[in-house]
């Protein structure tokens, strides 16, 4: 069956944009969490969405928000670009929400460059 | 705060031999971890994992130790292979927490060379 999808996988934008990058999740997922990653900083937990709301949320601006549909699917967004945002953001899936014992799935990813 | 630290940023080892990849937390309260591998160009795939009542956990040729009272654990790699080249994440959780989410290392960049 079909993996985490992200879309777009390359994008470049310009200080002061916005930017929406959307995941749809392994089929049957309802779980939905995204990360940030970095050379610096490795992976950083940005949210996680479950039926829709979020569920939990790691230490970013409010910059960067997110939204689950009822199909599952997840965007996460980004207002106000910095050159600091450039980063890969992964999107993870699993069935139930994280917890123990729950493998999560990642996607590809998506490859911000802020300039 | 780190609280979750891979001290190493790269390793390199010869085929056949073993590789140790190590991972130090500060935040006691974990008590659940995972190891993640991550090709270029690939999102990480969970490789391995431990909850802190046990001290060794294997499969195949991946065992991972957990040193509760150093805060410490380690992924053993034996014998380790060219296609096991690739950035391994550690990850600790709070099982207990009304929040739970993983967090990561900031990885090591494991070489085999042939």
């Known amino acids: 069956k079909a993996g985490v999808t992200q879309t777009p996988r390359y994008l470049i934008k310009t200080r002061g944009q916005q930017v929406t990058l959307s995941c749809s999740p392994i089929s049957g997922h309802r779980s939905v969490s995204w990360y940030q990653q970095t050379p610096g900083q490795g992976l950083q937990f940005l949210f996680e969405?479950?039926?829709?709301?979020?569920?939990n949320k790691g230490n970013f601006p409010g910059r960067f928000s997110g939204r689950q549909f009822s199909n599952s699917r997840s965007e996460m967004n980004v207002s106000t670009l910095e050159l600091g945002d450039s980063a890969l953001y992964l999107c993870?899936?699993?069935?139930?929400?994280?917890?123990?014992?729950?493998?999560?799935?990642f996607g590809e990813g998506s490859w911000l460059t802020v300039v | 705060d780190q609280q979750v630290k891979q001290n190493s940023p790269s390793l390199s080892v010869q085929e056949g031999r073993i590789s140790i990849l190590n991972c130090d937390y500060t935040?006691?309260?974990?008590?659940?971890f995972l190891w993640y591998k991550k090709y270029p160009a690939e999102g990480p795939t969970f490789l391995i994992s431990i909850s802190s009542i046990k001290d060794k956990n294997e499969d195949g040729r991946f065992t991972v130790f957990l040193n509760k009272s150093a805060k410490h654990l380690s992924l053993h790699i034996v014998p380790s292979q060219p296609g096991d080249s690739a950035v391994y994440f550690c990850?600790?959780?709070?099982?207990?927490?009304?929040?739970?989410?993983?967090?990561f290392g900031k990885g090591t960049l494991l070489t085999v060379n042939p």
């Open positions: 935040n006691s309260m974990f008590d659940y």
């Open positions: 993870a899936s699993s069935l139930a929400p994280q917890e123990p014992g729950n493998t999560i799935y």
């Open positions: 969405y479950f039926s829709e709301t979020q569920r």
């Open positions: 990850a600790a959780s709070d099982s207990g927490g009304s929040n739970y989410k993983l967090t």
